[in-house]
């Protein structure tokens, strides 16, 4: 069962305008959030989390905002780099479960 | 080392045949986990260790898979009898604690194809 769902398996946008990458879960227990970073032939790397406490975190030009009422979480990058083309993965974790559930990932492409 | 460090990078077997994926953690890491990842899906969970306790196989997809770790060092990750649709980059990562509160440091993955 899909319990993280990322529906856009791909995203192209110019350099310089903003990224906006969506995540649905469907698990209410889920109550801490992450995006992870994947470039090809590289394990995921972690970019930033949020904690259901929360309904917004920020790094730089990284922005992760929670709607739990939607179950949706977004992850927003500006001003995007061609640095930041990669696979992203959104993963959702229960306080009371082991496992980290990962979404299908977007691929995103930063033009220049 | 200074990361997750995972071996091979790449095997290539015949059906039927038993494979061995291995996983070395970051040093003082008492976490592990393994996930596989299928062509165009996500992070599939198999199995998690924490120290010295029982792992939590709740995510090994059939008795074919199994995995053993000692003590807070090197995993080892085994399909017996393989199965085309055992086909799948298999990652492992490592975390101080648990997954709930902080994040994962994952290898490079062994891509696994059974031909």
Redesign the interface.
């Known amino acids: 069962d899909q319990q993280v769902k990322q529906n856009s398996p791909s995203l192209s946008v110019q350099e310089g305008r903003i990224s906006i990458l969506n995540c649905d879960y469907t698990n209410s227990m889920f109550d801490y959030f992450l995006w992870y970073k994947k470039y090809p032939a590289e394990g995921p790397t972690f970019l930033i989390s949020i904690s259901s406490i929360k309904d917004k975190n920020e790094d730089g030009r990284f922005t992760v905002f929670l709607n739990k009422s939607a179950k949706h979480l977004s992850l927003h990058i500006v001003p995007s780099q061609p640095g930041d083309s990669a696979v992203y993965f959104c993963a959702a974790s229960a306080a009371n479960n082991n496992d980290m559930r990962f979404g299908a990932g977007t691929r995103l492409t930063v033009k220049p | 080392g200074a990361g ?1 460090s995972q071996s091979p990078s790449n095997k290539v077997t015949e059906k039927g045949k038993d494979v061995e994926l291995r996983c070395d953690p970051i040093s003082g890491h008492t976490a592990l ?1 393994w ?1 596989r990842q299928r062509l ?6 198999l199995i ?1 260790f ?1 120290g010295n306790s029982a792992p ?1 196989k ?2 090994l997809p059939s008795d074919r898979f199994s995995a053993e770790r000692t003590g807070e060092s090197v995993s080892t990750l085994t399909i017996q009898r393989t199965q085309q649709e055992d086909s799948a980059v298999y ?1 492992c ?1 490592s975390s101080l604690g ?4 902080g ?7 062994s891509r696994l194809t059974v031909l």
């Open positions: 997750v986990y996930y165009g899906q996500g992070l599939e969970f998690y924490q939590d709740s995510g990652l990562a648990r997954v709930d509160t994040e994962l440091f994952f290898g490079e993955g």
